[in-house]
């Protein structure tokens, strides 16, 4: 039995860095072209540009949140469709370096996915991804068997809504506790088609963009957001807000918090994986404080702050794992004990 196994993509990531990588910012322009942000990262076609020494490292959002569990002392699994490649082994030995307890599945026909990552001086990024293998989980390749879990981590990508609909089936059997961190690619089913796994959900992940998408609300509107959110999920949900901070429902109360300050975003990749993945575990840390239903304010606070400490450091390194915290390095260092968190009725 496992504290928590997570479910989903798991990638080869190489970072690039170079002096002439550029962020440009007009929007006038760039939403013409379809660059909604107004942002966008340029290089000079034809020309030739130098790049730092090109980092290599794993990714992938249940990759990401298992090096976290299991650097935070939890008993960790990871469930992941790779290819029979290079790529796949260097995974695979890096988890297990990390004692991560790897469940691979493979892919005969695709290669493990891959991913570019433009890192700009500033620490914005461009990432360029291949999904590989990790796009097309089937019910029939998963060892159900070996999903023995307290809690499960789902980073679904692009798994198929009924293979997701299976391993929720399976799991919910097993009185296992699910967070799930949904993807672009189940925001556009929309809120009324993702409420059979919504509402079996302890916890729910968004950032601010992916909650206002999923409930079809204004951006700004963050009270009409969570009253929609607290409709379908029946758990925590939880909406990331960058630098600003996070807000956190249980149903009953509303937790604000904002930051702890950064040294300096070398960074922002993997920075959403980071935060789940902490919040989940200072719910786990936490449980005897924890009813059937929901978590009482103390349990909640300590998700938040292991959350945002892990968040803060992560972006302070290049990789997506490669400054998430230990158990040690959360407990005694002073930089991590105090974070201002609001809290009010619903």
Not at 118 to 145: C, D, H, M, Q, W
Not at 255 to 272: C, H, I, P, R, S
Request: overall charge positive.
């Amino acid at each position: 039995m496992f504290d928590i196994i997570t479910i989903g993509t798991a990638t080869q990531d190489v970072f690039l860095t170079g002096k002439l990588f550029k962020v440009i910012k007009d929007p006038k322009h760039l939403e013409k072209i379809g660059i909604l942000t107004g942002e966008a990262e340029c290089f000079a076609l034809g020309s030739k540009i130098e790049i730092e020494k090109p980092v290599f490292s794993i990714g992938g959002g249940a990759a990401n949140a298992a090096v976290t569990f299991s650097r935070q002392g939890l008993k960790t699994a990871s469930l992941i469709k790779l290819g029979k490649d290079p790529e796949a082994e260097s995974i695979l030995k890096e988890l297990k370096r990390e004692k991560v307890f790897p469940l691979p599945i493979y892919d005969k026909k695709l290669s493990t996915a891959y991913s570019v990552v433009l890192l700009a001086p500033s620490g914005e990024r461009t990432i360029l991804v291949y999904r590989g293998a990790s796009k097309y989980l089937k019910i029939s390749e998963i060892p159900f068997n070996k999903i023995r879990s307290r809690w499960a981590y789902i980073s679904p990508g692009n798994i198929p809504f009924p293979t997701l609909l299976k391993i929720y089936s399976h799991l919910k059997k097993q009185n296992t506790l699910i967070a799930i961190n949904p993807s672009k690619h189940l925001m556009e089913m929309g809120i009324k088609k993702l409420e059979p796994i919504l509402s079996k959900s302890k916890v729910v992940i968004l950032n601010r963009e992916e909650a206002s998408c999923l409930t079809k609300t204004k951006y700004q509107n963050e009270k009409e957001i969570f009253r929609r959110l607290d409709k379908a999920v029946l758990g925590i949900a939880v909406m990331t807000d960058g630098p600003k901070g996070v807000i956190v429902s249980d149903g009953r109360k509303i937790y604000q918090a904002g930051t702890f300050k950064n040294k300096k975003v070398v960074d922002e990749t993997g920075a959403g994986d980071s935060f789940g993945s902490g919040f989940v575990c200072g719910l786990i840390r936490k449980k005897e404080r924890c009813d059937k239903n929901k978590c009482v304010p103390a349990n909640i606070t300590y998700a938040i702050r292991l959350a945002t400490a892990n968040a803060i450091s992560n972006l302070e390194k290049i990789g997506a794992t490669e400054g998430l915290l230990t158990k040690n390095d959360f407990e005694k260092n002073p930089r991590w004990k105090t974070l201002k968190i609001k809290i009010n009725d619903i």
